[in-house]
């Protein structure tokens, strides 16, 4: 603790040097941030899936629908506590541009299948007893300002037409990562408007199982019910069935993390050289120090301090950055990110990361320092 | 401390040799010297002599090539990087000739940096800073930088320095070489004072006759040894 | 009289571990920048040029891409019976009616993703001026044989050449490859759309695609069909059709790759100031001598930062031949339109890496001015003096 006074004091002796050191180190971490955050916000609907939920679909392509009638039979399966189903509306409101989820789903089941949407007991009954009713998750109320009464038209694409919804409630997610961008509404409502021969067809059921772990065990049963019929299923956990999607999308991960692994290698590059810079004008003081009594140990831990401490304080500084510009603010990338924001994970990763970079960029100069004889630094001097 | 005879520094027969590339430069050929406990030594020699390497192997900075060197009971060429350093911290102050303070620290935490390498808390190691500052009447001046203090008053900082930790021995290296005439004369006067009323042993490299006066004795060195 | 360029080569040289750390920390900007453009232009290349400026495609009205189109056999005969449509050399219109479905499929490495299906015509390549067959041959109608795209055989399980496939509930021998220049259809896998339809138990297209016989007439046939109440159609440029699909994508890398790759600017301009500044520090004697030589302030302000700038275009050039390697790099994503998976090619083209080396200069001269203007007013005496 005493020693620190004297880290900080080396540190102001070259003003400009230590800010510019500490920004750039600052501008890495706050880049590696961001970039995490893409990474984990592809992942948000991983850590929202629910582990007691099942997704059964077309086992040969999403495109394919399911018939109603397979509800009984899955309801039957043993580890199923509840079953519901839904079709994918897949509209747009007003400009093909403003795409988000909507979905048909079965009232008397839905809220059974879907503890995280949160809705006033008012707004559930308005929205159950009225068939062209619909909620809207928050994150789309606010972004295109509707209010419970509004009339949504949604642009159809699949079902094609233009669709006429009421907003009868404004529901909130249980999570933080449970999604708030989706719009509901009765599956009946939808059904009833389709020529005969496209009727009665579920794009997606879902099913409630008693425990997590009969996941497995109930998926296969499922399947195994269809795996001969022309319209076989696919049963897996919600969260396989994200991680399905996000492996499509996957390959940009890699792509982001060779990309922030380029930036932090670059900008410790850039701090390596500054240490050495600034180690090579203090070899007369390292040595005075060491003739008061100063250990080599002690001198190493000094100037690696040093080092440490300014990549410390850089990376506090972009991490903290990252943190606050992206809180709870509306960047969501164009829609791609509803939920745009930094993990407390991210930044303790970014912080080590800080801390590794610390270290290896004052390594050379400690090592330096510690070994420096005395007799020879002097000599030039005395 | 000081063994029987009351020899605070014993040199027996240090040889010391540089290597540079190829070449060896003897620059300590034999060299024998008793320092008794409370002296003031002054070392003379011409440039080249080897009397600051001389100085350096009694400040336990450097190592004889050849040859023992005991000062307060130790045998400095038998201990370890690591005890010698700590050896130094608790017996050896340094006086450089350029003061060598360290630019970015006041005065005061110039003096104090000795005592970092103690235990002693906080409020003990400011009270000993104020007084080896009052020692050499700089008190007033603790919180300066190095830059803002003359030649003279950077030197008389740097001899706080060095006395701070109460170490046994005191070394100066050519300590007055780039002072005026009157800042020397100060300088002299201060390192005599700690010498008589502190019982400071004192060994002092210096080409300056005048200088030299001042100690109670001045041994000759030339070419790697001692005048006899 | 300006300072020769020598002086600061030996100097770059001298300073060898700092030159070389700068440097590299220059190159690294330069390459996320390529890499960055690289895999931006890969993409939008593949979907944009999947289409082309003389074809016009035909979807359900509202349909933002084939995969949620129904067009119905009878309306895909009147559109093909459109005076506008050019004709193949043996008289028959270059018209194609197809058919598009999403199909689970099983990666090289065993994961499982989402693939295009197309049912094709014998129209289906000669329209396509950028596909062509590139290996094996193609299917015979009537026959349960399939071709797929080269990269779809690159990246997904049991495609190559002569594998059987299990589509629909029946196996189809892949028999042929084809080459779509790395556009969406290298992702795809194509068979007769007449046996597709009952397989797939879907009796209608997706999309009707024919060749304009004159690239003005399109307003014409645009508003004919539209306006037609037998059907309820979107008629579009090809081109215009896929370049939409890839749009907010393609708009979200570029984005963040501008993002990232300015902002690593900075950082990089940081290090370089620091480079430079010490560079001036150390070398404070020498610039006074230089002044008190006779060379102009002028010329030593020139010639620091023509040092900075050499240090960076160095390291500009040594990004530009990292990024070389990535050039040809298959990776793959989502195309969110379809929600399948398509693969494209990184694009390294000689203006990304001028760019790039250009960009790097840009940081040379940015964090050498400083520095440079520093170097240049020191006074002669005071540098002099400082030794």
């Given at each position: ?30 880049l ?47 580890g ?37 949407v949160?809705?006033?007991p ?7 007893s ?10 789309l ?21 233009e ?15 449970t999604?708030?961008?989706?719009i509901?509404?009765h ?24 425990s ?32 399905g ?24 590059l ?8 600034a ?34 304080l850089g990376?506090?500084?972009?991490c ?37 970079m610390?270290?290896l ?18 000599r030039?001097?005395? | ?13 240090v ?10 430069i ?32 009694i ?52 003096v ?20 080896a ?9 603790d ?39 009157k ?24 080409h300056d ?11 000759h ?8 | ?33 390529i ?138 021998t ?6 779509a ?12 759309v007449?046996?597709f ?37 979107q ?19 570029r ?33 006074g ?13 020139a ?17 530009c ?17 379809s929600f399948?998976?398509i ?36 006074a ?7 030794a």
């Amino acid at each position: 603790m005493k020693f620190v006074r004297l880290v900080l004091a080396n540190l102001m002796r070259a003003k400009r040097r230590t800010f510019l050191t500490v920004f750039s180190i600052a501008i890495a971490l706050f880049l590696f941030c961001t970039l995490r955050t893409v990474i984990t916000s592809f992942e948000a609907s991983l850590r929202a899936s629910n582990a007691s939920r099942l997704i059964v679909r077309h086992a040969s392509s999403l495109v394919f629908p399911l018939p109603l009638s397979y509800k009984e039979r899955i309801a039957q399966v043993a580890g199923v506590a509840g079953v519901s189903y839904g079709n994918w509306f897949g509209g747009y409101y007003q400009n093909p541009k403003n795409q988000f989820a909507q979905f048909a789903v079965d009232i008397s089941t839905f809220f059974d299948l879907f503890p995280e949407v949160l809705l006033q007991p008012a707004e559930k009954d308005a929205f159950r007893s009225e068939r062209t009713a619909c909620i809207v998750g928050r994150g789309l109320a606010k972004k295109y300002g509707w209010k419970i009464g509004d009339q949504i038209p949604i642009i159809g694409t699949i079902f094609p037409g233009e669709w006429r919804l009421t907003v009868r409630g404004i529901y909130a997610g249980e999570t933080r990562d449970t999604d708030e961008n989706t719009i509901f509404f009765h599956w009946d409502y939808l059904n009833e408007s389709l020529p005969d021969v496209r009727k009665n067809q579920v794009g997606i059921y879902w099913v409630k199982i008693a425990s997590a772990d009969m996941a497995a065990a109930a998926s296969r049963s499922v399947d195994a019910l269809f795996e001969n019929s022309s319209q076989p299923t696919k049963t897996e956990t919600e969260k396989a069935f994200q991680a399905g999607f996000i492996s499509m999308i996957g390959n940009v991960q890699l792509l982001l993390s060779i990309l922030g692994s380029a930036i932090v290698f670059a900008i410790m590059l850039v701090t390596i050289n500054t240490m050495m810079m600034a180690a090579r004008e203090r070899t007369t003081e390292i040595a005075i120090l060491k003739t008061i009594g100063f250990t080599d140990r002690l001198v190493l831990l000094l100037v690696g301090g040093e080092a440490l401490l300014l990549s410390l304080l850089g990376g506090a500084l972009g991490c903290g950055l990252a943190a606050i510009v992206f809180h709870e603010s509306d960047f969501t990338a164009g829609g791609f990110f509803p939920n745009f924001r930094v993990l407390p994970e991210t930044i303790g990763l970014g912080l080590v990361l800080a801390a590794v970079m610390g270290v290896l960029s004052g390594l050379v100069p400690a090592v330096q320092a510690g070994r420096l004889k005395i007799a020879n630094a002097l000599r030039k001097v005395v | 401390m000081a063994s029987e005879n009351g020899n605070l520094v014993e040199l027996r027969d240090v040889h010391k040799i540089y290597r540079r590339d190829r070449i060896e430069i003897p620059v300590l050929q034999g060299v024998n010297l008793n320092v008794k406990q409370g002296e003031f030594l002054a070392l003379m020699g011409p440039s080249g002599s080897g009397k600051s390497t001389l100085l350096n192997l009694i400040a336990g900075i450097d190592l004889p090539t050849k040859g023992e060197v005991r000062v307060a009971g130790e045998s400095l060429g038998t201990l370890a990087s690591e005890r010698l350093s700590r050896w130094r911290a608790r017996h050896v102050g340094f006086i450089f000739q350029l003061y060598n303070l360290i630019p970015v620290l006041t005065a005061a935490q110039n003096v104090e940096l000795p005592l970092l390498l103690t235990r002693l808390s906080g409020k003990e190691r400011r009270d000993r800073v104020k007084l080896a500052l009052e020692l050499v009447s700089l008190a007033d001046r603790d919180n300066h930088y190095p830059r803002m203090l003359s030649g003279g008053e950077e030197q008389r900082v740097a001899i706080a320095r060095a006395i701070v930790a109460d170490p046994t021995l005191l070394v100066a290296d050519e300590p007055t070489g780039d002072l005026d005439a009157k800042n020397a004369t100060e300088i002299l006067t201060l390192l005599k004072r700690l010498n008589e009323e502190l019982k400071k042993t004192i060994i002092m490299v210096t080409h300056d006759p005048h200088a030299a006066e001042r100690a109670h004795v001045t041994v000759h060195l030339d070419k790697g040894v001692l005048a006899p | 009289m300006g300072i020769p360029i020598s002086y600061n080569i030996r100097n770059l040289y001298a300073r060898r571990v700092s030159t070389t750390l700068t440097a590299l920390g220059i190159a690294l900007v330069a390459w996320v920048f390529i890499f960055t453009l690289a895999l931006a232009g890969g993409f939008q290349a593949a979907l944009r040029s999947t289409g082309s400026r003389d074809n016009v495609i035909v979807t359900r009205s509202g349909s933002t891409a084939e995969l949620t189109s129904i067009i119905a056999r009878e309306t895909a005969s009147v559109i093909a019976g459109q005076p506008e449509i050019a004709r193949a050399p043996d008289g028959t219109p270059l018209v194609t009616s197809e058919l598009v479905v999403l199909w689970n499929l099983e990666r090289k490495n065993g994961t499982p993703t989402n693939v295009v299906v197309r049912g094709v015509t014998s129209k289906s390549i000669p329209l396509r001026p950028n596909v062509h067959l590139a290996e094996g041959r193609m299917f015979r109608p009537g026959l349960d044989e399939i071709v797929v795209g080269k990269l779809a055989s690159a990246r997904f399980a049991h495609c190559s050449v002569g594998d059987r496939l299990k589509l629909a509930g029946r196996q189809w021998t892949i028999v042929g490859m084809i080459d779509a220049g790395g556009t969406a259809f290298d992702s795809e896998i194509w068979g007769d759309v007449e046996l597709f339809m009952p397989m797939f138990d879907r009796p209608v297209y997706q999309s009707v695609t024919f060749r304009l016989d004159d690239r003005s007439h399109f307003g014409a046939i645009q508003k004919r069909l539209e306006a037609d109440p037998r059907m309820s159609v979107q008629v579009k440029r090809e081109d215009e059709f896929y370049a939409a699909q890839s749009e907010a994508l393609s708009a979200l890398l570029r984005g963040l790759g501008i993002f990232v790759t300015l902002i690593m600017a900075l950082g990089a301009v940081f290090g370089a100031l620091n480079t430079m500044y010490a560079a001036v520090g150390s070398r404070t004697k020498e610039i006074g001598t230089l002044l008190a030589l006779g060379f102009s302030r002028r010329s030593v302000l020139a010639s620091f930062l023509l040092e900075s700038i050499l240090l960076a275009s160095f390291g500009g050039i040594l990004g530009c031949l990292l990024a070389l390697p990535v050039s040809g790099f298959t990776t793959s994503t989502m195309n969110f339109a379809s929600f399948s998976e398509i693969a494209f090619r990184f694009r390294v083209t000689p203006s990304m890496l001028l760019s790039g080396i250009a960009f790097a200069a840009i940081m040379g001269a940015v964090g050498g001015f400083f520095p440079a203007r520093k170097a240049a007013r020191r006074a002669i005496i005071e540098a002099l003096r400082e030794a």
